[in-house]
């Protein structure tokens, strides 16, 4: 624990307590929390990359920041649930953390209804800051315990895991970004036109028939994105017909309008990526780090001064 923090424990706080916060302070138990977070963080945003069409993100949430952002997050989760370089791992922590904490304040006074901290799970931008805060004290309060250099097995394990994730995440966004869907719509003289439409219970197949029937164009949706169950509920508006295509879109998840002789037809967003995909990057990072630890003896509640690596130096 910083001297900062151990002067405002030992100023409001019982005897009790700080003895609690202290030996939390010198386990494991905070470089595991927000390695897993930053782990599943990446995991969720790559994944909205992958599936979300360019013209719909603000430029720091676009394919290409993110291209280069994700793999941060993930090798610094990485890092800091198999314990590697724990001091310089903190310091980069606590940077990137208040990189996220400003992206999330500014959504937040920009009067952004979600952010894109977690991807597409619908989370408040007041919530991620409140994330942030808590995840820099935890930073904060952490003091990190000396740690051996890892051997040629595991780092190699390590690194093979680290690159096959940004392997994965790097041609999933570059099987989806560059065709740039809805600029493709958009730039059809045929649905610049507007379309109305009045039902109290629109399906994704109702829309599309209906936009494909007055504007002329050949439209379908791939079987495999399950037509029947996309639902969008009343739809009673005026719209451009590109605008309306993009609505169904957006409403099936990951999917994007592809050219189809002379239509489009909807089809799942990226050949590569998917939302298992992901989720098994996730995994293997949570897994191997873990299971680092283990190899290497790490107990994860055990404070620094009962790890056999000794103390850290005062």
Not at 77 to 96: D, E, F, M
Not at 163 to 184: E, Q, T
């Given at each position: 624990?910083s001297?900062s923090?151990q002067?405002v424990?030992?100023g409001?706080?019982p005897?009790?307590l700080?003895?609690?916060?202290?030996?939390?302070a010198?386990?494991?138990a905070i470089?595991?929390?927000?390695?897993?977070?930053l782990?599943?963080?990446?995991?969720?945003?790559?994944?909205a990359?992958?599936?979300q069409?360019?013209?719909?993100?603000p430029?720091f949430h676009?394919?290409?920041?993110m291209?280069?952002w994700i793999p941060?997050e993930?090798?610094?989760?990485?890092?800091l649930?198999a314990g590697?370089?724990p001091?310089?791992?903190?310091?980069v922590?606590?940077?990137?953390?208040v990189?996220?904490?400003?992206?999330a304040?500014y959504?937040?006074?920009?009067?952004?209804?979600?952010?894109a901290?977690?991807?597409?799970v619908?989370?408040?931008?007041?919530a991620a800051?409140?994330?942030?805060?808590?995840?820099?004290?935890?930073?904060a309060?952490w003091r990190?315990?000396?740690?051996?250099?890892?051997?040629?097995?595991?780092s190699?394990?390590?690194?093979?895991?680290?690159v096959?994730?940004w392997?994965?995440?790097?041609?999933?966004?570059?099987?989806y970004a560059?065709?740039?869907?809805i600029a493709?719509?958009r730039?059809d003289?045929?649905l610049v036109?507007?379309?109305?439409?009045?039902?109290?219970?629109a399906?994704?197949?109702?829309v599309?028939?209906?936009?494909?029937?007055r504007?002329?164009?050949p439209l379908?949706?791939?079987?495999?994105l399950?037509?029947?169950t996309?639902?969008?509920?009343?739809?009673?508006t005026?719209?451009?017909a590109?605008?309306l295509?993009?609505?169904?879109?957006?409403?099936?998840?990951?999917?994007?309008w592809i050219?189809?002789?002379d239509?489009?037809?909807?089809?799942?967003?990226?050949?590569v990526?998917s939302?298992?995909?992901?989720a098994v990057?996730?995994?293997?990072?949570?897994a191997t780090?873990?299971a680092?630890?283990?190899?290497?003896?790490?107990?994860?509640?055990?404070?620094v001064?009962?790890?056999?690596?000794?103390p850290m130096?005062p």
């Amino acid at each position: 624990m910083s001297t900062s923090v151990q002067s405002v424990v030992k100023g409001f706080l019982p005897e009790a307590l700080q003895a609690q916060i202290s030996r939390l302070a010198s386990s494991a138990a905070i470089p595991l929390v927000i390695g897993a977070l930053l782990s599943v963080s990446a995991a969720s945003k790559a994944y909205a990359a992958a599936t979300q069409d360019p013209t719909w993100l603000p430029w720091f949430h676009s394919h290409w920041v993110m291209a280069v952002w994700i793999p941060i997050e993930l090798a610094l989760g990485l890092a800091l649930l198999a314990g590697l370089w724990p001091q310089t791992v903190r310091n980069v922590a606590l940077l990137v953390f208040v990189v996220l904490f400003e992206a999330a304040l500014y959504e937040w006074v920009d009067g952004a209804r979600h952010c894109a901290c977690f991807g597409k799970v619908a989370l408040p931008p007041w919530a991620a800051v409140l994330i942030d805060v808590f995840c820099l004290g935890l930073l904060a309060l952490w003091r990190p315990a000396a740690s051996a250099p890892p051997g040629r097995l595991g780092s190699g394990v390590l690194a093979a895991v680290a690159v096959g994730s940004w392997v994965y995440v790097w041609s999933s966004i570059w099987d989806y970004a560059p065709k740039g869907p809805i600029a493709l719509l958009r730039h059809d003289l045929f649905l610049v036109s507007s379309v109305k439409i009045d039902l109290p219970k629109a399906s994704a197949a109702d829309v599309v028939k209906i936009v494909s029937e007055r504007r002329f164009v050949p439209l379908a949706i791939d079987e495999r994105l399950a037509p029947e169950t996309i639902w969008l509920g009343t739809v009673r508006t005026k719209a451009t017909a590109f605008a309306l295509l993009e609505l169904v879109a957006e409403k099936a998840g990951g999917a994007r309008w592809i050219r189809d002789g002379d239509g489009y037809r909807l089809v799942p967003a990226g050949r590569v990526g998917s939302a298992m995909g992901f989720a098994v990057v996730a995994f293997l990072h949570l897994a191997t780090g873990l299971a680092y630890r283990v190899v290497q003896g790490e107990n994860y509640l055990r404070p620094v001064s009962q790890s056999p690596r000794g103390p850290m130096p005062p």
